[in-house]
């Protein structure tokens, strides 16, 4: 079965230091998410995109972090420069489309660390 | 504005039956996913429920009733390899989903 590739799977970081994840999709999936999870919490939307273009990253705090899916297909979440508040699971899924019955699909998340 | 509200936690017997209560506030609600996570591992679709009612499968049900913003997931007979953290999450307008905070769920033997 297909799957959402991330890597890396770990980052430890200083904090003042840029970081980058990157996501692959599953083929053909149009629409690409990225969550934050804090350990003990759900995960939170930061951006979706609808193939290049963004359609939403209300939460995204765009002082620092900045994403993009310049050919509609993979894509990389950035942070700089990285704060003690950050370190969490980054997660990317995908979904085919954006029909509201579509199902995520998630990667196995980056893990980021900042000390 | 948007809330979410989902129990922490929930302990239950192999074999047993456990039902976790799901209530929303959702601008442009289209319908309730719910979600299962198990330590260390990505979320994992298990249902989605648009129309009021109950969807069955195998072992797990999810209801939905869109006038009282409540839904529920329903797992039958426990396994311990269902020991996980459980997500709900609204379906809003172009597939956004938002995630409570999950209810993580002991199966004891």
């Known amino acids: 079965e297909a799957e959402v590739a991330q890597s890396p799977r770990y980052k430890i970081t200083e904090k003042s230091q840029a970081v980058a994840f990157w996501c692959d999709p599953i083929?053909?999936?149009?629409?690409l998410y990225w969550y934050r999870q804090i350990l003990g919490q759900g995960p939170e939307l930061l951006v979706q995109?609808?193939?290049?273009?963004?359609?939403?990253d209300s939460q995204l705090p765009k002082d620092r972090f900045s994403a993009e899916r310049l050919k509609g297909v993979d894509s990389t979440l950035k942070i700089q420069p990285a704060e003690l508040g950050d370190s969490a699971m980054y997660l990317c899924a995908s979904s085919p489309r954006t029909a509201n019955n579509s199902p995520l699909h998630f990667g196995n998340g980056t893990r980021l660390t900042v000390t | 504005g948007q809330s979410l509200e989902q129990p922490s936690e929930v302990t239950a017997v192999e074999g047993a039956i456990v039902q976790i209560n799901c209530t929303y506030q959702t601008s442009g609600f289209y319908g309730l996913s719910w979600y299962q996570q198990h330590d260390g591992g990505a979320p994992t679709f298990l249902s989605y429920?648009?129309?009021?009612g109950l969807e069955e499968t195998g072992r797990f049900s999810s209801f939905l009733s869109r006038s009282d913003s409540y839904g529920y997931l329903l797992l039958q007979e426990l396994q311990m390899k269902d020991s996980a953290s459980y997500f709900c999450a609204p379906n809003a307008a172009g597939n956004k989903l938002t995630f409570g905070g999950g209810t993580r769920v002991l199966v004891k033997p």
């Open positions: 083929s053909g999936h149009a629409t």
């Open positions: 429920n648009a129309l009021d």
């Open positions: 995109f609808q193939d290049e273009s963004v359609v939403d």
